[in-house]
Nanobody
Framework: QVQLVESGGGLVQPGGSLRLSCVAS????????MAWYRQAPGKQRELVAG???????NYADSVQGRFTISRDNAKNTVSLQMNSLNTEDTSVYYC?????????????WGQGTQVTVSS
């Protein structure tokens, strides 16, 4: 059974930091592309940051230089370090995994964790 379990969300003041973590199980984590998405009320879900199985990263322009995605294959964990948070970062953050096995692609989502940036 595939599981993506996020943690680390919460309330933080503008300018503050949070670290999100996602623990994966039930699939080949080291072979997967992992990412963080977010969705604010009334808006579409958007990619925040991604990391390939080889460690190549990609970021949304809005978080470049403030957020850092990393992975620990030994712990089946992907993390998102978020610094210099502002109110526009307020969203539900979702962990995402994409795994290709032969010709099939499998995609999985976590349940989401709320991040609220407010004074």
């Amino acid at each position: 059974q595939v599981q993506l379990v996020e943690s680390g969300g919460g309330l933080v003041q503008p300018g503050g930091s949070l670290r999100l973590s996602c623990v994966a199980s039930g699939f080949s984590f080291s072979r997967s592309y992992m990412a963080w998405y977010r969705q604010a009320p009334g808006k579409q879900r958007e990619l925040v940051a991604g990391i390939s199985s080889s460690g190549t990263t990609n970021y949304a322009d809005s978080v470049q230089g403030r957020f850092t995605i990393s992975r620990d294959n030994a712990k089946n964990t992907v993390s998102l370090q978020m610094n210099s948070l502002n109110t526009e970062d307020t969203s539900v953050y979702y962990c995402y995994a994409k795994v290709q096995i032969l010709v099939r692609v499998y995609e999985y989502w976590g349940q989401g964790t709320q991040v609220t940036v407010s004074s």
